[in-house]
């Protein structure tokens, strides 16, 4: 199935997996919009207006957390979940993936999910797994891990984390749809791109895979959030520091 300009096969999956283009004339506003290229790219060097800083920052305030690099994980997991789900479902549905290029794609760090992100052109590129590497990991994933690093101190292998976790996530969230929907063909698809996906030196190390069931070997921080536990793909079974009673209470 070729590509179509709204991407409308993703549509049904909702969501992470959707990815909003200008296609349906939304230039001027979306046009004013940061692109990704330009928030990587200023991320580090700490200038006012970045828009992935902005983003930490309204984590930050809606979690209640003091702590910027829990905000920062958190916000990288978010991204990382977009990106990977857009990618891996355009592949399994299409058979192939649009450009994902920072460049391409302009971030509203305001809205809410699938109009944070908008595609400003949709240029089908092959849907296999070497694809998928270059269009997320190596494209948005490693200029972030410096950025935010560099910025944030967050530790890399923490955010590598996050990118395993995310990816088995939308690996596992496409599974179920394709499955409750009887397309074992995309089930099929996903689960092959998955396994090769997480094949990478970067991805392999970040987790156990059984099946679409994941455990990670890092933790996002989301316990020290107030309020906050573990993840259902944690390295903890309870948070750092609790007590069996007080966890189980």
């Known amino acids: 199935m070729d590509l179509d300009p709204q ?3 993703l549509h049904p999956l909702g ?3 959707v990815l909003r283009t200008t296609a349906a004339g939304n230039g001027p506003a979306v046009a004013a919009l940061p692109t990704l290229a330009q928030t990587y790219e200023t991320l580090a060097s700490g200038a006012p207006g970045n828009a992935m800083a902005s983003r930490v920052a309204v984590i930050a305030d809606r979690l209640r957390t003091a702590e910027p690099r829990v905000a920062a994980s958190l916000a990288q997991q978010g991204l990382a979940a977009r990106l ?3 990618a891996l479902g355009s592949a399994a549905l299409y058979g192939r993936v649009p450009g994902l290029e920072p460049r391409l794609l302009r971030w509203d760090v305001s ?3 699938p109009d944070e992100l908008w595609l400003t052109a949709v240029r089908p590129l092959p849907g ?13 994933l490693e200029p ?3 950025a935010l690093t560099s910025r944030y101190g967050v530790a890399s292998g923490m955010l590598w984390g996050n990118a395993g976790s995310a990816l088995a996530g939308a690996a596992r969230e496409l599974d179920r749809w394709a499955r409750a929907h009887g397309r074992t063909d995309v089930a099929e698809r996903s689960a092959a791109l998955a396994r090769d996906l997480f094949a990478h030196p970067l991805l392999r190390a970040t987790g156990t895979r059984t099946g679409t069931a994941f455990r990670r070997r890092s933790c996002c921080l989301y316990y020290r959030v107030p309020g906050g536990g573990v993840c259902g793909d944690c390295c903890f079974t309870r948070p ?3 007590s069996p009673r007080a966890a189980s209470g």
């Open 7 to 9: 991407l409308a096969a």
């Open 144 to 146: 972030l891990r410096e």
């Open 111 to 113: 809205a809410p999910l």
């Open 128 to 140: 296999n797994a070497a694809t998928l590497l270059d269009t997320v990991l190596h494209a948005h």
């Open 15 to 17: 969501g992470f997996f």
């Open 240 to 242: 750092p520091g609790s």
């Open 84 to 86: 990977w789900s857009v």
